[in-house]
């Protein structure tokens, strides 16, 4: 679907966990088209037009859902690198949300998902090499926190915040 208003949806990990990624980011990220933090994204391009229907649905969703996530390991991109991201959770909160969305999706959001957090991209080859191999041999798997969902506006370039969903503890249900 077209929409003059795309929204974009990323899983929201706690600032703790995420702030390694914002460093790494900061060091190997261009720095004339880095204008966000590190994130996780689960859609791409959302219609805006929807958007009190899609800010529904991710109420319904995290009333129900909560997830845990391991950084499993280290993805080269070609032009970039990124830390590869499993979750059982939010695959399955993605499966949900993509069967609920499917007639508002286009191309890329309708491919197989694999989660990831990109701290490099648009750099040439041999500088995604390096980057690569340094960060691959100093890896070791860890958990993050997923504390919910949020929503962004697309800017052009930039996002913009406009909603966070959390997750309810487990300790509520």
């Known amino acids: 679907m077209k929409t003059l208003h795309p929204l974009i949806l990323t899983a929201k990990i706690a600032d703790a966990d995420l702030q ?3 460093d790494l980011r900061q060091k190997h990220f261009p720095p004339d088209r880095n204008f966000l933090r590190a994130h996780l994204t689960m859609f791409h391009r959302l219609p805006g037009e929807y958007i009190d229907k899609i800010i529904e649905d991710l109420q319904d969703v995290a009333e129900v859902h909560s997830a845990t996530a391991e950084v499993s390991g280290i993805r080269h991109l070609g032009a970039g ?3 590869t ?3 059982p959770e939010l695959l399955e909160i993605h499966l949900r949300l993509k069967q609920v969305w499917r007639p508002w999706l286009g191309g890329q959001d309708m491919q197989k998902w694999q989660p990831h957090i990109t701290i490099q991209n648009k750099v040439s080859r041999t500088t995604a090499d390096a980057t690569y191999q340094k960060l ?3 890896f070791r798997p860890h958990s993050i ?3 919910g969902l949020d929503l962004w506006r697309y800017m052009g370039g930039p996002w913009e915040h406009n909603t966070s969903q959390a997750f309810r503890p487990w300790l509520d249900r």
């Open 20 to 22: 390694p990624f914002d």
């Open 81 to 83: 690198v990124a830390f």
């Open 85 to 87: 991201i499993t979750s």
């Open 136 to 138: 691959a041999a100093e």
């Open 145 to 147: 926190e997923i504390v």
